[in-house]
């Protein structure tokens, strides 16, 4: 355990939790994310970032100094389905992208309240088929996300499934909102360990972006998905975290699918920790390790 850690962990108790649970207006929530990410957030020294378009869906391309673009690494930004953008989360897909050795390109999804569910689904959809019809194969491309985002990308993998799509290498989510009914016991019982993210304003958050859809629907919940047919999974969350339970139950539903998972519950950690690699030992660690299985999987899955 690093001495970052609790310091980091007693800061967000103290500033960002009571800031998202006052409940400001969603252009004053994306404007403070926005900036505390340019204060907070680096992207590793030479990182190139271009403007795309994937279909209809604005994305950015985050390339590391060294990079093979054979690959690709399709990452969706979390923020709860209304903030964040891929500029917010460009600096951790630059670390990581760095790791691997390979580029990611981030989609700028439609978000609520403006454009509610499924345009975030539709977007993502959209932005792996693109890569698809751009010559990439499936087993050149990785899917990811965090949060919300982890959600998405796991709603993504299920809708890949139904459609009979080429399979991605590998799918990994950081700290997954992947139920929306809001349900899952660790809302209650990890209320006072949760240092980011409050509790009471989750049901508000996937109201805002469902807009009277069924919470249940798999494109929004991917825990209600079939899976059969699926690519591994990576699961990373926190013992602490109120989401913690998304991602236990979200790695049983893939199992009982028959879909290889790799879960990692990690002790006393916040919401998403891979998002402070700048600061916390434990983020870097954590991305070194996924970039080593990522590795593994691209090669094994392009050798056979």
Not at 1 to 30: C, H, Q
Not at 96 to 115: G, H, N, Q
Not at 124 to 137: I, N, T, V, W
Not at 249 to 259: H, I, Q, S
Request: aromatic fraction near 10%; include cysteine; proline fraction near 8%.
């Amino acid at each position: 355990m690093s001495w970052v850690r609790p310091v980091l962990n007693l800061s967000l108790s103290w500033f960002e939790r009571p800031w998202l649970a006052r409940g400001a207006s969603p252009d004053k929530l994306r404007r403070a994310f926005s900036f505390k990410s340019k204060l907070w957030f680096r992207a590793p020294r030479g990182t190139k970032f271009t403007a795309d378009r994937l279909e209809h869906v604005p994305a950015l391309w985050v390339r590391p100094k060294h990079c093979d673009d054979d690959y690709v690494i399709l990452y969706f930004h979390g923020g709860g389905y209304f903030m964040g953008s891929p500029t917010t989360h460009r600096a951790l897909m630059g670390q990581l992208a760095k790791l691997t050795r390979m580029p990611a390109v981030l989609p700028d999804y439609r978000k609520a309240p403006e454009s509610p569910f499924p345009a975030a689904y539709d977007d993502a959809l959209a932005a792996y088929k693109a890569l698809l019809a751009r010559g990439f194969e499936g087993a050149q491309i990785v899917i990811g996300g965090d949060s919300a985002g982890g959600g998405l990308a796991l709603a993504l993998l299920a809708g890949i499934c139904r459609e009979g799509l080429a399979q991605p290498a590998m799918t990994f989510a950081f700290s997954p909102f992947a139920d929306l009914t809001v349900s899952a016991d660790s809302h209650r019982d990890n209320d006072a360990s949760e240092v980011m993210l409050p509790p009471e304003k989750m049901p508000q958050t996937a109201k805002g972006y469902l807009n009277g859809a069924d919470p249940r629907d798999p494109r929004a919940s991917p825990l209600y998905a079939s899976f059969e047919g699926a690519g591994p999974v990576y699961l990373y969350a926190s013992h602490a975290e109120i989401l913690r339970d998304d991602t236990v139950n979200m790695a049983a539903r893939l199992k009982r699918d028959g879909v290889q998972v790799v879960t990692r519950l990690e002790a006393g950690l916040p919401h998403v920790w891979p998002l402070f690699h700048n600061l916390l030992p434990e983020a870097r660690v954590t991305l070194s390790q996924l970039a080593g299985h990522i590795r593994v999987r691209l090669f094994a899955r392009n050798e056979n």
